[in-house]
Structures are given as C-alpha cells and as structure tokens.
T-cell receptor
Framework: AQTVTQSQPEMSVQEAETVTLSCTYDTSESDYYLFWYKQPPSRQMILVIRQEAYKQQNATENRFSVNFQKAAKSFSLKISDSQLGDAAMYFCAYRSAGGNKLVFGAGTILRVKS | DTEVTQTPKHLVMGMTNKKSLKCEQHMGHRAMYWYKQKAKKPPELMFVYSYEKLSINESVPSRFSPECPNSSLLNLHLHALQPEDSALYLC?????????????FGPGTRLLVL
C-alpha cells in the first residue's frame, strides 16, 4: 500500500519570503500522480499543483513550484513571495495512474506573518 | 468551470434523525466521491461512484447510505448517526479514465450530531 508522509505539522513564513513544505511517499509503482492541495480555514480545498511521475520536469504554477525527486520519492512544494492568503493547511496526495483513490499525507499548517 | 456545490453548508441533527447531504457538479465528470474530514486531519475516503455505480465502499457503517441519482448528483443519506460522526463531509468529482484526472472538491457540509 502507498503511504504519504508530511513531516512538518506546522510551518511559518514571513510575508514576501519563500517557504518549502516537505512530502515523501512510498510506492512500488512507476506510474502515478502527485498533488498538493490547499485548504484555508473553513474554506474549500483547492488544487495547488499536480505532477505526473513520468515527467522529469518539475511542475510550476505562478508562485508555486515543486521539487520532484522520483528516485528519492520526494515531492516538496516551494511557495515564493508568500502572501497572507497562502495561510492554510496543505495536503500532499498520491494517486496511482490506474486508480482513483487519493492517498493523503497528514497535512502541514502554514502560517504567514505580516 | 471547476465547481462542485454542496448543500447544506451546516447541519445539526439528533441521533434519531434522518437527513441527507447533497452534492452537484456540472463538469461532465463521471466519478464522484464522499469524504469525511475531522478537524486538522486529512480527508478519509468513504465512497466512490463511477458512471453512477458504486465502485468503492471503504467499509463505511450502514448508517451512511450513498446514492447517485444521475451523473451530476450525489447524495449521502444519514440515519441514526453517532456524535463521533460529527465532521466535515466533502464531495469531490473527477473525470474517469484520463491520465490527467484531478479531483475537485466542494466546500463541504459541516455536520454536528447531538
């Protein structure tokens, strides 16, 4: 069975600075997808970024980028120029290419200081 | 349009009540999901519907009864719930059988069982 580990329960970042959230996963599969979801307090969970395992190029979405290290089974999220609106719980998630079940990590609470 | 809607937003019910949660999407997605989420925890998968048929039941107690009347609607019928069932119930949807499948989440129904 696949597992996803987020080892940082909480992180803090100063507004306008950069922060990296860590995620590692365990799988014996070679074809899969990785996701970062953001869930602000009492608000909707939204997709931040997605990475296909067969693509070596790291995904980027504006201020959000990932460092995908397939051999190390690592998938970290970098948030540049942090904004107050980035404060949220961030979940890393894994999905097999042939399945539709998401395996979530425990989450990291990100606090942004002004 | 990546919108999944859920009603009601909040629900308070007694242990003898019967209530239903509703979820709707108009993205043409053929897979729909129910998750249960406790505070500061990741979502836990409950049910998956694929092409209006129940494809995954994660050993959920029978007091939760899902229903998929058509490809756009998903219901969760609740009966004789326990206080420990109090949680945020999330609905999600995704395309099926595409490599770029991503789950999109609704805002959730916050349920309190007294």
């Amino acid at each position: 069975a696949q597992t996803v580990t987020q080892s940082q329960p909480e992180m803090s970042v100063q507004e306008a600075e950069t922060v990296t959230l860590s995620c590692t996963y365990d799988t014996s599969e070679s074809d899969y997808y990785l996701f970062w979801y953001k869930q602000p307090p009492s608000r909707q969970m939204i997709l931040v970024i997605r990475q296909e395992a067969y693509k070596q190029q790291n995904a980027t979405e504006n201020r959000f980028s990932v460092n995908f290290q397939k051999a190390a089974k690592s998938f970290s999220l970098k948030i540049s120029d942090s904004q107050l609106g980035d404060a949220a719980m961030y979940f890393c998630a894994y999905r097999s290419a042939g399945g539709n079940k998401l395996v979530f990590g425990a989450g990291t609470i990100l606090r942004v200081k002004s | 349009d990546t919108e999944v809607t859920q009603t009601p937003k909040h629900l308070v019910m007694g242990m003898t009540n019967k209530k239903s949660l509703k979820c709707e999407q108009h993205m043409g997605h053929r897979a729909m999901y129910w998750y249960k989420q406790k505070a500061k925890k990741p979502p836990e998968l409950m049910f998956v519907y694929s092409y209006e048929k129940l494809s995954i039941n994660e050993s959920v107690p029978s007091r939760f009864s899902p229903e998929c009347p058509n490809s756009s609607l998903l219901n969760l019928h609740l009966h004789a719930l326990q206080p420990e069932d109090s949680a945020l119930y999330l609905c999600a949807s995704s395309q099926e059988f595409t490599r770029r499948e991503t789950q999109y989440f609704g805002p959730g129904t916050r349920l309190l069982v007294l």
